[in-house]
């Protein structure tokens, strides 16, 4: 957090070094991102990531889209649009945001994109399919998704029993959590475990993680032998 002294931002363990919140998913045929927040360019950078096909967006909050503009590289070096999937209002924010993407007189250069309009049905990227889970950030409806064997929820704070039946034999959680106290529109670390617990993936990972949650190594003490923080750069292998 700029300005904060506290000691997870003082901390010079790699694990305390929390970037936005953000997942890259390579399938048998396609490389896809969570998520472009505001560090997508270090993200990528910093992974050196080499090949793009498609964005999945959960939610048009800044924190989740602002990076958007970076994926130019992907479009020059390897000549190829980057697949944007977005719900109808997700489009609409995109719109706000980044208006010249969508202008009818484009200049040089610009993010190269193509749209798909997603929904609650599940769909297609390449070879695997996507299933998108309805999820309250606090007011907002956003998206979850599950992939195969693997769930990855972030920003939220209530999930209903119909999406609960849509993941309850997933094998891999990512579900956020972002401190102890308790907050509007997130899941607080017991809110995170309860549902952690309840639905009794093999592991799951916690992300959205603030500074207020406590330094990596002392909240990892506090959880139950399943479930672990996530940081960046965690890398897992799914089915
Ligand atoms: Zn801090
Ligand atoms: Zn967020």
Same mark, same amino acid.
């Given at each position: 957090m700029i300005t904060c002294n506290c000691v997870v931002c003082r901390? @010079?363990? &790699?694990? #305390?070094? +929390? *970037? +936005?919140v953000s997942i890259l998913i390579e399938t048998s045929d396609k490389t896809i991102v969570i998520d472009s927040g505001p560090d997508f360019r270090y993200q990528m950078l910093r992974a050196n990531v080499q090949d793009l096909d498609a964005i999945l967006f959960t939610h048009e909050h800044k924190d989740h889209? @602002? $990076? *958007? =503009? =970076?994926?130019r590289p992907f479009n020059y070096l390897l000549k190829k649009n980057i697949d944007i999937y977005a719900t109808e209002r997700v489009q609409e924010g995109l719109k706000r945001e980044f208006s010249y993407i969508f202008a009818e007189v484009k200049y040089p250069g610009l993010p190269q994109i193509e749209m798909h309009t997603i929904s609650s049905e599940p769909f297609y990227i390449g070879n695997t399919e996507i299933v998108p889970l309805d999820i309250m950030h606090y007011k907002l409806p956003i998206l979850g998704f599950r992939i195969n064997e693997f769930t990855y929820i972030t920003d939220a704070k209530t999930i209903s029993e119909e999406t609960i039946e849509k993941i309850k034999d997933t094998k891999i959680l990512v579900i956020n959590a972002l401190q102890k106290q308790s907050h509007i529109s997130h899941f607080t670390l017991d809110e995170a475990v309860a549902f952690a617990q309840r639905i009794g993936a093999d592991k799951t990972y916690l992300t959205h993680?603030? &500074? #207020? *949650? $406590?330094l990596h190594e002392d909240v990892e003490k506090e959880l139950p032998k399943n479930i672990k923080l996530a940081y960046d750069g965690l890398t897992l292998f799914c089915e």
């Open positions: 901390s @010079a363990d &790699h694990k #305390n070094k +929390r *970037l +936005r889209v @602002a $990076g *958007l =503009d =970076d994926i993680m603030s &500074h #207020n *949650l $406590g």
